[in-house]
């Protein structure tokens, strides 16, 4: 499976920006796909999971009310809206991917839970 991730870039505070991260390969093994974002100095963080099969979602505390994640099943790939932007929003942003079954959302929560990772965007909100 390979993940490719588009749409970052420079944005005011306040401003949206949708994330893209389109999946290939062997995407019928896929269980869910999240979002983490790694600022400069900090550690890579969760932002926003979904799981494949009904949709259902978590995200951050940090991000709530402000992002939202979604899917499209049949191009294979999940988007970041993310709104209300803060310049404590700027980091690179990585999405990946689960190909093993679970039985609870909150494994996509942990970078533990995934099994591929694209290359990063990288978001810069300025204030």
């Known amino acids: 499976v390979q993940l490719q991730a588009s749409g ?3 944005v005011q505070a306040g401003g949206s920006l949708r994330l893209s991260c389109e999946a ?3 995407t019928n093994l896929l269980y869910g796909m999240g979002w983490f974002r790694q600022a400069p ?3 890579r963080e969760f932002v926003a999971a ?3 099969s009904d949709g259902s979602t978590a995200s951050a505390d940090s991000v ?3 992002f939202a994640i979604s899917r499209d099943n049949a191009k ?3 988007y970041l809206h993310m709104n ?3 310049p404590e929003d700027t980091a690179v942003y990585y999405c990946a991917a689960r190909a093993r079954n679970m039985h609870s959302i909150a494994v996509l929560t942990i970078a533990a839970g995934y099994d ?3 290359q990063g965007t990288l978001v810069t909100v300025s204030s």
């Open 8 to 10: 970052g870039g420079l």
């Open 24 to 26: 290939s390969g062997r």
């Open 41 to 43: 100095g900090k550690e």
């Open 50 to 52: 979904i799981k494949w």
């Open 64 to 66: 709530k009310g402000r």
């Open 76 to 78: 294979n790939t999940v």
């Open 84 to 86: 209300s932007l803060k």
């Open 116 to 118: 591929y990772w694209g």
